[in-house]
């Protein structure tokens, strides 16, 4: 990652997708932080056409996680797997939980952090049927708790100019050219052949939620996988891990202080660097 960041020498290794650190990993890396930040990849099992498997989303969702936790100290946790994907559901293999069960995921999750000490949830969204998650992050932090949802579409386009993707975010809706190129890049053993020759444009969607994906594709593809390329894919993930940057700061400011009548207060004032910049 560019930037002033260093990769941190605390992050454990990974067996597949699921995390292999030791508590004592967990405390060491938030040692240096003031607000510990558990990052939680969040993905789908859902159909991704002809040539891309039912767990894509988690598997993007893991691979942007990854390397989130490789560049910043975060605790990495274990995927959702299944999510909100009820507009795949006329294809064989999709498999869906409520918006209402998914929200409670996610509360419990980050209420069962707080108690092992860790502030603050990130959620690393790869589904874009997951708008539940977006209430969630709204309603966290009425409550003045700390979650952030990311990436931002905003983060996806700076990805896009920056990867050199062609395709808009608008075309590139479902097993198109972001998605096939992550997984060049990450997993090309799970890549069936086919995505060169699947291309198809629906960029009218605008009843979507009322008639599903069935409506707009027959093979489950909208975007143009033809373009992908695992060179891409790199760029892509190197791009969000960047585009991190101000979230990981915003998130680990020091919280307000109350003022004495009780309405919100300022951060207390930053300690000067000392001497020797440390």
Known sequence: MGGSHMRSAAYGPVH?????????????????????????????FEQHGPFL?????TLVACAIAREIADAYPVHLLPPVTISCSHEHAAWPGTVSISAVTLHAVIRDI??????????????????????????????????????????????????RERAGVVTSLLTDMHAGEIETSILLHTHPESLRPGYETSDHVADD???????GMAAYTDS??????????????KELLTSLT????????????????????????????????????V
């Open 16 to 44: 597949g997708l699921l995390p292999a650190d030791t508590t004592e990993d967990v405390r060491t890396r938030g040692a240096g932080v003031s607000q510990r930040i558990a990052v939680l990849p969040v993905g789908s």
């Open 53 to 57: 498997p039912l767990a894509t989303d």
């Open 110 to 159: 980050a209420d069962s952090l707080r108690r092992s000490g860790v502030d603050t949830l990130v959620l690393v969204n790869g589904h874009g049927g997951n708008y539940v998650l977006g209430n969630a992050v709204q309603e966290a932090s009425a409550r003045g708790e700390r979650m952030a949802l990311y990436p931002a579409p905003e983060d996806w386009e700076t990805a």
């Open 205 to 211: 969607r605008r009843h979507l939620l009322t008639v």
């Open 220 to 233: 489950g593809v909208i975007g143009r996988p033809s373009l992908a390329w695992a060179e891409k894919g």
């Open 242 to 277: 960047d585009s991190f940057a101000p979230y990981f700061s915003l998130l680990t400011e020091p919280p307000s202080t109350p003022s004495p009548s009780g309405a919100p207060g300022t951060p207390p004032p930053a300690t000067p660097p000392s001497p020797s910049g």
